[in-house]
Every structure is written in C-alpha cells, then in structure tokens.
C-alpha cells in the first residue's frame, strides 16, 4: 500500500475540503432539525403519551449548536467529535426509522474527527492567524491538505456504497433490465413527482437506468483517474439531482451532491475567487500599525471580506500622502478608525464599521442592525467609551496580549519516540482504516461462511457495530423486494380530509420524508400486508397520535376512516403506469375509533 505514501505527500488546496464541511454539515443539520420537528415520533414509545429522554429539546439545541460550529469551523475537532457522539446516540438508535443516509452521516462524521477540514473558510484558520501574527508580521497559514483526506472520504462515503449495491443489482432482474429508475418512479408512493412524459420514453429511461449501473460499477475503481473525474462528477450530481426531484430523501440526495463537492478540480475553486473578488476595493481604512488591537480588528475583517472590498492603509504611511486626511489630526487618526469611500466621502468612528460591515457580505446583516438608531446609538457610546480609554492608556503590545510569537510547528515533522514522526504513525493509521472498513464491508455481505454456532453469532455483532459506529452496512436500495406485493397502500382520513402521510394520488405528503418515509412506506405499509395487519395498525396509530396532538385534536369519542388505495404492479416496461396509479381511488375499508387514547380498528364488511 506504498500508494496511501504517496497519496499522504502530495498536497492541493484545501479549499474544497472547507466547502465540503460547509455543505456537508449544513445538510447533517437540517436533517437534525427535521428530526428534532417529529422527535416524539421517532423516540417515545408512545408519541406524547408514553415519553422519552431523547425526545427531550435540549439536547438537540445543543447539537445544533455543535452543528453550526462545524459550519462555520470553530473548534473543528472538538465539534467534529462531540456531532459524532450524538450521532452514535440520536441517529444509529433510532432503528424503525432509519435509512440510508444514516450510515452515509455516521461514516463521515466519524472520518471527519481525524481529517483537518478546518483550514479552508473557518474560524479555525482566523483564530490561527491571531495566534500566530503579531506587529511586524501578518501570518497566513498554509492552505493545502493531503490528496489522501479528499480520496479517502469519497472512497468511504460513496464508493464502497456504490461497489456493495453493484452486487445487488447484478441479482435484480428489474436494475439488469434498465428499469432500476423507470420503477419506482412509476409507483405514487415512492415518488414525489410527476414525470411521466420521462418514464413513457422507454429508451431514454432504459439509457438512463444502464448508464446507472454502469456508473456504479465503474466509480469504485476509477473515480481517482484524473481524466475521468468531471464525467464522473457530472454523471454522480445529476444522479443526486435526479434523486433530488424524484424520491422523498432530499437530505440523502444534497448529503452525496455534498460528497462530489470533493471531485470538483481545485483550479475551478480558484478561478471562482478570482471573479467573485472586486477589482479594486470600495473602502479603504486607516489603522493604527503600531496598535495590536487595531492590527486584530484588521485580521478580521479581512478574513471575512472574501469579496475584496475593503483595503487597509497605516495612519503612519498615509497621513501625509492621503490628502483626504489634511484636516484630521493625527491623534484622532490614532484614537480612531477611519475609513474612505471609492467616492471620497470620509467615515469615523462607529460609521467607518458601519460602512465596513454594510459592504461585506458576511457582516451585512449587523451593518443594517447598526442603522437602527437606538443600536446605533449604543454601538456609538460604546465605541467612545472604549476610544476614551485609549487615550487614557494607549494599547500596546504589552497590554493588548499581541506579543511576538514563534513560528508555526510543523505538527508531521514531530518525532514520537526514536524512529518515528507523527506523520508515519498517521500514514499507518490511514492504511489501517483503509483496510478495516474494506474488509468490514465484506463481512457484512457474508453469510455461508458465518451461518452456525459461534461464528454466526460473532458475525451479528460484527454487522450491528460496523453498521452503528462506522456506518458500514448492506446497500441495497431500491431493489425488487422492496416492491413485491405491493399492490395497495393505507393511510386514514379525518372529517374528509386526509391525514399528511399520502396525497389524493397516493404521493408522500408532508410528514413522509427522510426517515419518516422508509418506515411509513416499507415498514408500517408493506407488500403484502391486509389491514387486519398488526404492524400496519401499530404504525398508524403512532402517525393519528401525533398529528392528532400536533393539530389539538382530542383522541376520545374520535373517528377516522381507514382507506386503501389500489397500486398496479408491472412486470415490465409500459405506458402511463404512474398516471394509471394516480387514478386509482382511495377506498374506505374501515374506522380507526378512538376512546381514552385507544384505537379500534372497525373493518367494513
């Protein structure tokens, strides 16, 4: 594995890693904040009535919290650590209502603790360059990451996904068919769009559904090659898009688009900047070089000013060749910050920051806070405030905490004991997960060898870990099971209405996304289950339960009406299947009575 050597030295910019972990972790949170709207009905045993701990709201404040960090990258490591805990804690138990992205957020949240995914758009790389700039030099960190933290996290996260799903496929007669697309697209309840101008184009849909395959088939094996990464990538987000417009899982979609962020070339990250960066600054401002605090506020606004918009000038070399500066004394250019338009027009004071923050994107909405005038007024009082006791005691260098400082360490040069850095401790520790989750993902696929005594039972438990800590797990997503018998679903109605779990055409409606949807579509509503099912009556019980709290709707003396609607099965490629679906009328099959919080299930005749 001499190549991981190789892979580990050579260094590219870590720019799309940053937006990586942006992207990523923006998902991962409005994934928590969807879970966190139905927690009662993920976690307490009986939704409102029989609670849980983890329905409780405060830990998921806190973990959006923590989540908001990673976004905006402060304290990278710590916040990567503690999102995986509650990952571990809030996603891989919550079982019924799991799917498949779950296993995509475990594995990298848990790649993410170890990789340096901060040195690109984060706090982390401001709070590095305080650290370590001082007056007489301005420290910009290196932004370049090994070539191996991006391959890793697309090998993991998307390629042994594809690799273990292609042997699936291969025993589908409906992927092997090039229906692996056309089919579920073409059943109400597994879509939540109307294409069927698409489906009825059987050779485009049949290209797609082979072009599908193929896609998965290759990517494993050659995502690395340097020619074949933009097909790839190409091929990999329209795939997601697709996903993205077709099914009820659009955190699973944007969470892999997420993913092939990192096979976008650095070069287009680069050129990005370079357009979106203003040709010559809007505001120049005028600060004192010889005060640490104002060479600290000169570090922060420049960090965030990513459009270039602001310029930064010494008081000590513009004074006398500024002419817009003739009638400021030089003490009030020292005690306070001022600041020039492209138009001439000069600011001071609370009004140069004012200006600062309104042409700077990221501070625009604290520079519309501060034209508020009681703000505006407290801002100005304070900034006085704190002018009038420079004057009073001038910062320096010794009362401002702006010492010299050493230069950065080269953290992989360090030696950990006499033969090794801590580089090849990290080279060995790559090449070890590498291996584990390779071979873990064989495991999991494993049955004849493992199939009695101890062995099975060591094998059960290898799945269960390798699936709840590493998210390594089988992959086989819309496969033929998943439809067979499927000819009817169930859901109720209340005084006319339907409830928010099928539409009128038997679409997922708005309770059923994500999570919600693989339990209340594969697990509650199941090929082959009657409504005198157990396990159908059970789930729908919880679904009335909530809404019934959530719409103040007391389940005493209450009913509702249990409908079925009929769902055609094709055995192969035909015309208008999903329309042919929606026409089919929902069907009242019974009452679901409701007395003191119980159900009875009333089946007509």
């Given at each position: 594995?001499?190549?991981?050597?190789r892979?580990?030295d050579?260094?590219i910019?870590s720019?799309?890693l940053?937006?990586f972990?942006?992207?990523?972790?923006?998902v991962?949170?409005?994934?928590?904040?969807?879970?966190?709207?139905?927690?009662?009905?993920?976690?307490?045993?009986?939704?409102?009535?029989q609670?849980s701990?983890?329905?409780?709201?405060?830990?998921?404040?806190?973990?959006?919290?923590?989540?908001?960090?990673?976004?905006?990258?402060?304290?990278?490591?710590?916040?990567?650590?503690?999102?995986?805990?509650?990952?571990?804690?809030y996603?891989?138990?919550?079982?019924?209502?799991?799917?498949h992205?779950?296993?995509?957020?475990?594995?990298?949240?848990?790649?993410?603790?170890?990789?340096?995914?901060s040195?690109?758009?984060?706090?982390d790389?401001?709070?590095?360059k305080?650290?370590?700039?001082?007056?007489?030099?301005?420290?910009?960190?290196?932004?370049?990451?090994?070539v191996?933290?991006?391959?890793?996290?697309?090998?993991?996260?998307?390629?042994?996904?594809?690799?273990d799903?292609?042997f699936?496929?291969?025993?589908?007669?409906?992927?092997?068919?090039?229906l692996?697309?056309?089919?579920?697209?073409?059943?109400?309840?597994?879509?939540?769009?109307?294409?069927?101008?698409?489906?009825?184009?059987?050779?485009?849909?049949?290209?797609?559904?082979?072009?599908?395959?193929?896609?998965?088939?290759?990517?494993?094996?050659?995502?690395?090659?340097?020619?074949?990464?933009?097909?790839?990538l190409?091929?990999?987000?329209?795939?997601?898009?697709?996903?993205?417009?077709?099914f009820?899982?659009p955190?699973?979609?944007?969470?892999?688009?997420?993913?092939?962020?990192?096979?976008?070339?650095?070069?287009?990250?680069?050129?990005?900047e370079?357009?979106?960066?203003?040709?010559?600054?809007?505001?120049?401002?005028?600060?004192?070089?010889?005060?640490?605090?104002?060479?600290?506020?000169?570090i922060?606004?420049?960090?965030f000013?990513?459009?270039?918009?602001?310029?930064?000038?010494?008081?000590q070399q513009?004074?006398?060749?500024?002419e817009?500066?003739?009638?400021?004394s030089?003490?009030?250019?020292?005690?306070?910050?001022?600041?020039?338009?492209?138009?001439?027009?000069?600011?001071?004071?609370?009004?140069a920051?004012?200006?600062?923050?309104?042409?700077?994107?990221?501070?625009?909405?604290?520079?519309?806070?501060?034209h508020?005038?009681?703000?505006?007024?407290?801002?100005?009082?304070?900034?006085?405030?704190?002018?009038?006791?420079?004057?009073?005691e001038r910062?320096?260098?010794?009362?401002?905490?702006?010492?010299?400082?050493?230069?950065?360490?080269?953290?992989?040069a360090?030696m950990?004991?006499?033969?090794?850095?801590?580089?090849?401790v990290?080279?060995?520790?790559?090449?070890?997960?590498?291996?584990?989750?390779?071979?873990?993902?064989?495991?999991?696929?494993?049955k004849?060898?493992?199939?009695?005594?101890?062995?099975?039972?060591?094998?059960?438990?290898?799945?269960?870990?390798?699936?709840?800590?590493?998210g390594?797990?089988?992959?086989?997503?819309?496969m033929?099971?998943?439809?067979?018998?499927?000819?009817?679903?169930?859901?109720?109605?209340?005084?006319?209405k339907?409830l928010?779990?099928?539409?009128?055409?038997g679409m997922?409606?708005a309770y059923?996304?994500?999570?919600?949807?693989?339990?209340?579509n594969?697990r509650?509503?199941?090929?082959?289950?009657?409504a005198?099912?157990?396990?159908?009556?059970?789930?729908?019980?919880?679904?009335?339960?909530?809404?019934a709290h959530?719409?103040?709707?007391?389940?005493?003396?209450?009913?509702f009406?249990?409908l079925?609607?009929?769902?055609?099965?094709?055995?192969a490629?035909?015309l208008?299947?999903?329309?042919?679906n929606?026409?089919?009328?929902?069907?009242?099959?019974?009452?679901?009575?409701?007395?003191?919080?119980?159900?009875?299930?009333?089946?007509?005749?």
């Amino acid at each position: 594995m001499n190549f991981i050597n190789r892979l580990y030295d050579k260094k590219i910019s870590s720019k799309g890693l940053g937006l990586f972990r942006i992207l990523f972790s923006l998902v991962l949170l409005c994934e928590v904040f969807r879970i966190f709207r139905y927690r009662q009905l993920y976690y307490d045993p009986i939704p409102f009535i029989q609670t849980s701990g983890l329905s409780a709201e405060i830990p998921f404040v806190i973990w959006m919290g923590v989540l908001f960090m990673l976004v905006i990258g402060a304290y990278t490591k710590l916040m990567a650590l503690l999102n995986y805990i509650f990952i571990i804690i809030y996603i891989s138990s919550i079982g019924v209502y799991e799917y498949h992205m779950d296993y995509t957020y475990t594995g990298v949240s848990f790649m993410l603790i170890f990789l340096s995914a901060s040195k690109s758009y984060s706090v982390d790389r401001l709070r590095e360059k305080l650290n370590y700039s001082n007056l007489n030099r301005l420290h910009k960190p290196k932004e370049l990451t090994s070539v191996l933290t991006y391959w890793l996290i697309i090998f993991v996260g998307v390629g042994l996904v594809y690799l273990d799903s292609v042997f699936f496929k291969m025993g589908s007669k409906i992927w092997t068919s090039g229906l692996g697309m056309w089919y579920p697209a073409s059943l109400p309840q597994m879509t939540v769009f109307d294409n069927q101008w698409l489906l009825n184009q059987e050779v485009l849909i049949k290209f797609l559904g082979y072009l599908t395959f193929a896609f998965e088939v290759l990517f494993p094996f050659l995502f690395w090659v340097k020619k074949l990464r933009i097909p790839f990538l190409i091929i990999g987000i329209g795939l997601h898009l697709g996903i993205l417009l077709e099914f009820p899982i659009p955190f699973f979609a944007l969470g892999v688009a997420a993913l092939y962020i990192l096979m976008v070339p650095n070069c287009v990250w680069k050129r990005l900047e370079q357009k979106i960066k203003a040709k010559t600054p809007r505001l120049t401002l005028f600060y004192d070089a010889e005060c640490p605090l104002c060479m600290k506020t000169r570090i922060v606004l420049k960090h965030f000013d990513s459009f270039n918009m602001l310029e930064f000038k010494s008081v000590q070399q513009s004074k006398a060749t500024n002419e817009a500066l003739d009638h400021v004394s030089m003490t009030d250019l020292l005690l306070t910050m001022h600041a020039i338009d492209n138009k001439g027009h000069l600011y001071s004071g609370i009004n140069a920051y004012k200006k600062a923050f309104l042409i700077t994107p990221l501070f625009f909405p604290l520079g519309v806070i501060l034209h508020i005038p009681g703000i505006f007024h407290i801002a100005k009082f304070v900034y006085k405030y704190v002018a009038s006791n420079r004057n009073v005691e001038r910062c320096t260098a010794d009362n401002c905490g702006f010492l010299p400082v050493a230069d950065k360490v080269d953290k992989d040069a360090i030696m950990i004991g006499h033969n090794f850095k801590r580089k090849d401790v990290k080279i060995i520790a790559f090449k070890l997960f590498i291996i584990s989750v390779v071979v873990l993902q064989v495991l999991v696929n494993l049955k004849k060898p493992f199939s009695n005594g101890i062995l099975n039972s060591v094998h059960a438990k290898v799945k269960v870990v390798s699936s709840k800590l590493l998210g390594i797990t089988q992959h086989g997503v819309f496969m033929d099971g998943h439809y067979k018998n499927y000819d009817e679903i169930f859901t109720v109605s209340y005084k006319g209405k339907l409830l928010p779990f099928y539409n009128e055409k038997g679409m997922p409606d708005a309770y059923i996304r994500g999570g919600l949807w693989v339990n209340f579509n594969f697990r509650v509503n199941k090929g082959g289950r009657e409504a005198n099912n157990l396990e159908l009556r059970k789930g729908l019980e919880r679904y009335i339960i909530f809404w019934a709290h959530k719409n103040n709707v007391k389940l005493n003396l209450t009913s509702f009406k249990l409908l079925r609607k009929e769902i055609h099965l094709p055995t192969a490629w035909e015309l208008n299947v999903l329309h042919d679906n929606f026409d089919s009328k929902w069907e009242t099959i019974g009452d679901v009575v409701w007395n003191d919080n119980q159900a009875t299930f009333l089946l007509h005749e």
